[in-house]
């Protein structure tokens, strides 16, 4: 297929919505997409800056102090020691990873890419792109015996939903039997909030305790646009077994494929400062904090969302049934249609708005319950 053959855009269904929230007296309150509000962090703004002498072009590899950079991350942050720069590099953020793996790992007609039920519509993309089929499960039983790419999402996007050690061991052995590449989508990994994950690291496919050493088949991707305000950097990386990594390297070079010289020092910047990422999910805790009880008392269900920046919420309705009562509130959110077939009565709930936002549309779902 070619790209002209992809569906229209899906947020343009939701063009109406927009409309009628904005009439609301006090504004629209968006809650629909997960762009982050809050300003990119000094020591990563001024690394930036320092960096504006560009004159030559990046290496695809990225550079030897950035590589570095992540695999301490990685052993620092993730519980994942050991990595070595030959392990890892930078992506364009990682949206571009996510749609175009299938084409850099060469899959084709005939081959299946597995994909959580609750996705973003990206993996989806990636596998029509290059004429694979995508198959939506969340068990690892009855993933297809054509299966050559598996992705993960932990925590998940739009579900927040948090795989424990046991899941992905399990996926990780399964991934194996059918020869398949498992990537893990875990750019929310320094955002868990309930259960296990509130006093401990979401745990990674590249974990010791998952892999037990062995990185064979495995791609652990981040980015840093939500733990660091990174978004219009287009900040990211994917770490993994080493092979791999040097065929993604050699197909993103013929392919152009290289983050710009002053992000790679931006990114550095922001690997290696703990103090901005803790202070970033604290104000996020907080607006969940506000906002959760809010949704709750408003009469949804909240399904999953241990982890994220998402609250992943039902009120027995069709979606497009609580978009528009939530716009006649004031407030935007995601229906459950643009991720996936699976929940069509789900809407997407994100903590990417201000104190005042977040604050102002509790107050709205609190009104509408007295009313």
Same mark, same amino acid.
């Given at each position: ?79 994942v020691p050991g990595l070595t720069p030959s392990q ?66 932990? *925590? &998940? ?9 046991? +899941?992905?061991?399990?996926? /990780? $052995?399964?991934? @194996? !039997? %059918? ?80 983050? *710009? &010289? ?9 690997? +290696?400062?703990?103090?901005? /990422? $803790?202070?970033? @999910? !604290? %104000? ?88």
């Amino acid at each position: 297929m070619s790209v002209h053959d992809l569906a229209d855009y899906p947020w343009d269904a939701v063009a109406p919505y927009t409309a009628r929230a904005r009439q609301h007296p006090g504004g629209m309150v968006d809650l629909s997409i997960g762009s982050p509000v809050d300003p990119t962090p000094g020591v990563v703004a001024e690394a930036l800056r320092r960096a504006t002498d560009a004159h030559a072009y990046p290496q695809t590899v990225g550079t030897p102090a950035l590589r570095e950079a992540i695999a301490a991350w990685y052993g620092r942050r993730r519980g994942v020691p050991g990595l070595t720069p030959s392990q890892v590099i930078p992506t364009v953020g990682s949206k571009e990873l996510v749609a175009l793996l299938p084409l850099l790992l060469g899959l084709g007609t005939g081959d299946t890419v597995v994909h959580p039920r609750a996705a973003y519509p990206s993996y989806e993309v990636g596998a029509r792109l290059v004429g694979a089929q995508a198959f939506a499960s969340d068990d690892p039983d009855e993933w297809p015996t054509t299966t050559r790419l598996v992705w993960l999402n932990t *925590p &998940g996007n739009p579900d927040g939903r948090v795989l424990d050690v046991a +899941e992905l061991r399990h996926a /990780v $052995e399964r991934a @194996r !039997e %059918l020869g398949a590449v498992l990537a893990s989508d875990e750019c929310y990994a320094e955002l868990g909030w309930e259960g296990p994950w509130a006093d401990a690291p979401v745990p990674s496919i590249l974990d010791p305790r998952v892999a037990s050493g062995d990185l064979t088949g495995l791609l652990s991707v981040y980015s840093l646009s939500k733990q660091s305000n990174l978004a219009g950097y287009r900040a990211a990386f994917v770490a993994g077994e080493a092979d791999l990594i040097e065929r993604l390297v050699t197909t993103r070079k013929h392919l152009g494929l290289m983050v *710009p &010289g002053p992000v790679q020092a931006a990114m550095i910047a922001a690997l +290696e400062d703990d103090a901005h /990422v $803790e202070h970033q @999910r !604290e %104000l996020y805790r907080a607006r969940r904090d506000i906002l959760k009880p809010a949704v709750e008392a408003a009469g949804f269900r909240i399904d999953r969302s241990e982890g994220g920046l998402y609250l992943w919420a039902t009120a027995g309705e069709d979606a497009w049934e609580s978009l528009a009562r939530l716009a006649d509130l004031g407030i935007l959110a995601g229906p459950g249609h643009f991720y996936g077939s699976h929940f069509p009565q789900h809407v997407r709930f994100s903590l990417t708005a201000t104190d005042e936002r977040i604050a102002e549309a509790a107050r709205r779902l609190a009104a509408s319950v007295d009313a």
